[in-house]
T-cell receptor, first 117, second 115 residues
Framework: GAVVSQHPSRVICKSGTSVKIECRSL??????MFWYRQFPKQSLMLMAT?????????EQGVEKDKFLINHASLTLSTLTVTSAHPEDSSFYIC?????????????FGPGTRLLVL | AQTVTQSQPEMSVQEAETVTLSCTYD???????LFWYKQPPSRQMILVIR??????QNATENRFSVNFQKAAKSFSLKISDSQLGDAAMYFC????????????FGTGTQLKVEL
């Protein structure tokens, strides 16, 4: 149980284009989903907290107009990197907090590797 | 602000031996959770063990156990009978109770398991 998927797993795009990453909780409903960014050999940095049906809360220094987050249902959150540039190349990981059951733990997706050329 | 410190960037252990990864944190809160996550080469984050701060008893999960010292704000992970599959990056993480459930991660410890 508590499986979180991400799609796509890898994406290569041209500079200036937008990329959408999906995060789905497959066997549970999630009130809250989190989006992280991880550079090589570094820790996870929280970008934003996404609550179903409301606006996402962004961490300091994260541009909300560049990283658009939508949490339209209790099982799906999307992160759109708008007008991507090479410096946006990174590993993006989502996690989800269950609506019921073990609410104290976040379950992580497998991550999406983004490469912007 | 809460911070989590992992002072060991890399550790090595022989197969079947025991290794301890250290973690310290800084907080003014009294009620919180601590976690150890494992990130193997696949990059999938896997929960290893969780500790509630209000519990004095150290958490254990099979070969994994913690030494939680609340006064010292220390939360070390002990891996017994190390296996090749334990090789991974290990992250210590902290979260206050409520507060939007935001996790604060340490910088990680790369664990190598040698034959």
């Amino acid at each position: 149980g508590a499986v979180v998927s991400q799609h796509p797993s890898r994406v290569i795009c041209k500079s200036g284009t937008s990329v959408k990453i999906e995060c789905r909780s497959l066997d549970f409903q999630a009130t809250t989903m989190f989006w992280y960014r991880q550079f090589p050999k570094q820790s996870l940095m929280l970008m934003a907290t996404s609550n179903e049906g409301s606006k996402a809360t962004y961490e300091q220094g994260v541009e909300k107009d560049k990283f658009l987050i939508n949490h339209a249902s209790l099982t799906l959150s999307t992160l759109t990197v708008t007008s991507a540039h090479p410096e946006d190349s990174s590993f993006y990981i989502c996690s989800a907090r269950p609506l019921a059951g073990n609410q104290e733990t976040q379950y992580f997706g497998p991550g999406t590797r983004l490469l912007v050329l | 602000a809460q911070t989590v410190t992992q002072s060991q960037p890399e550790m090595s252990v022989q197969e079947a031996e025991t290794v301890t990864l250290s973690c310290t944190y800084d907080t003014s809160e009294s009620d919180y959770y601590l976690f150890w996550y494992k990130q193997p080469p696949s990059r999938q984050m896997i929960l290893v063990i969780r500790q509630e701060a209000y519990k004095q008893q150290n958490a254990t999960e099979n070969r994994f156990s913690v030494n939680f010292q609340k006064a010292a704000k220390s939360f070390s992970l002990k891996i017994s009978d190390s296996q090749l599959g334990d090789a991974a990056m290990y992250f210590c993480a902290y979260r206050i109770t409520g507060g939007g459930n935001k996790l604060t991660f340490g910088t990680g410890t790369q664990l190598k398991v040698e034959l």
